[in-house]
């Protein structure tokens, strides 16, 4: 421990304290209530204050004191990193992996404009709220997964409009590429309709088009399926930025969606893709039929993995005829609103608030209005292109023409967020 200099604390504290938005108050109160009791050698010049707490700090030793006052130091230093100038009363914008689902609960349950203040004020801490990801998905191997995912057009399962489709060429998977970086992309995703990887011998050629794209200098994400440890490490070898693995919905409700995996299954390759050293790209879906507590619990498990996701997609389910899930659904007229996005959005990003929130799939079923809504909840990715896997989604021309009238602009690859005007670092 650097050696014990009670001047430097006072100027910290007087430096700072006007600046800290967390527990100033209360560790410059401790500090000025220490400082009356330190022998005159170790007060600063400019103390004066009244005597007050004797009772706390009288019957101390000066080991003891010095002692307090190290510690007091420390916490100082510790609100040294904090983001600073923004001044809310409840919202620090802290990340946290030890959230209660009942918090969880408490935050999703608050009324919708009150929601959307705090998870606005939150984004605010940690990103500028101009600055949105463009992300475009491709679907490079489409149809024939033998998942059973409910709710999946591309399972062998179900009898839907897709037809099944071989492994795209790399040629064709490079050209698709630049064209979404020509129309303003900086992050490529590659989905394939596979359980996992397994040996498919496609698997090498993926990693080609990972490092082809890379080479571009856009960022590269894939969708898979489940990866082993060796797969994930070949992936990151390969220039991978992030890996998209979704959760889908709670633990509770994942048997009524999906049964030809587990749960588990899921959080140990989004485990490998960790360890492996990529971003995790994790979410889930709204509109399964689950319960406002289902989605709750979706929250509740990203927010308390060891590190939270580096983005978390939320999708608004768009039922397809033929799968289980979107039958019966459509049958009962069923469908994620507005609402139900924006709440879920700003639920996620207060509770994880260092992580990009994209807004993904079923976005063309929502208005530019309300969108503009999900975007000041704390959503700073979207998927751009006129094709999510094989869901409908706006047309570039159309998200340009929508960033134009909200003032967003996109995130370069590859480069740190840009900092929030409404916080002073200095």
């Known amino acids: 421990m650097k050696a014990f200099n009670l001047r430097s604390v006072s100027r910290l504290a007087r430096s700072s304290a006007n600046k800290r938005s ?13 400082k ?32 307090k006052c190290e510690a007091l130091e420390r916490k100082v230093q510790s609100l040294e990193n904090r983001p600073k100038g923004l001044l809310l009363a409840g919202i620090t914008g802290e990340v946290r992996d030890d959230w209660t689902k009942e918090e969880i609960q408490a935050i999703y349950d608050t009324p919708l404009m009150e929601l959307v203040f705090k998870a606005a004020a939150v984004h605010r801490v940690n990103f500028h709220p101009l600055e949105v990801q463009q ?10 997964c033998s998942e059973n995912c409910g709710y999946c057009s591309q399972s062998q399962h179900h009898k839907t409009f897709v037809k099944p489709t071989p492994t795209m060429k790399i040629d064709d998977v490079l050209e698709a590429a630049k064209r979404a970086k020509n129309a303003g992309s900086t992050r490529f995703c590659m989905g394939s309709a596979w359980r996992e990887v397994g040996n498919k011998h496609a698997f090498k050629r993926v990693l080609e088009m990972v490092k082809e794209i890379n080479g571009m200098g856009m960022e590269v994400c894939t969708t898979l399926g489940m990866l082993t440890a060796d797969q994930a490490k070949q992936l990151k070898e390969a220039g991978l930025t992030a890996y998209n693995h979704n959760l889908d919905t709670s633990r509770e409700y994942y048997p009524k969606v999906v049964t030809t995996r587990s749960y588990d299954d899921r959080l140990n390759t989004v485990k490998n893709v960790r360890e492996a050293g990529i971003n995790v790209c994790c979410g889930g879906i709204i509109g399964l039929g689950e319960e406002e507590d289902d989605r709750v619990g979706l929250l509740h498990t990203l927010a308390t993995l060891e590190e939270h996701p580096e983005s978390v997609p939320i999708n608004a389910l768009v039922p397809v005829a033929g799968t289980p899930l979107g039958d019966k659904l459509l049958a009962r007229g069923i469908h994620p609103t507005w609402d139900d996005m924006v709440r879920m959005i700003a639920t996620a990003r207060i509770v994880m608030p260092a992580t990009m929130v994209r807004l993904s799939a079923g976005r063309l079923e929502f208005s530019k209005e309300a969108q503009a809504l999900m975007f000041m909840a704390g959503a700073n990715s979207i998927f751009t292109g006129d094709t999510l896997l094989t869901t409908p989604n706006p047309e570039f021309n159309e998200d340009n023409s929508m960033f134009e009238m909200l003032g967003l602009e996109g995130k370069p690859p590859h480069q740190p967020h840009k900092t929030s005007p409404y916080v002073n670092m200095c």
């Open 135 to 144: 992300s475009t998905l491709l679907s490079i191997k489409t149809g024939g």
């Open 22 to 34: 967390l527990g100033a108050s209360s560790w410059r109160q401790e500090l000025n209530m220490a």
């Open 36 to 67: 009356q009791f330190q022998p005159r050698s170790f007060r600063s010049a400019s103390t004066a204050a009244p005597m007050v707490e004797e009772q706390q700090y009288g019957e101390l030793s000066e080991a003891e004191l010095r002692e």
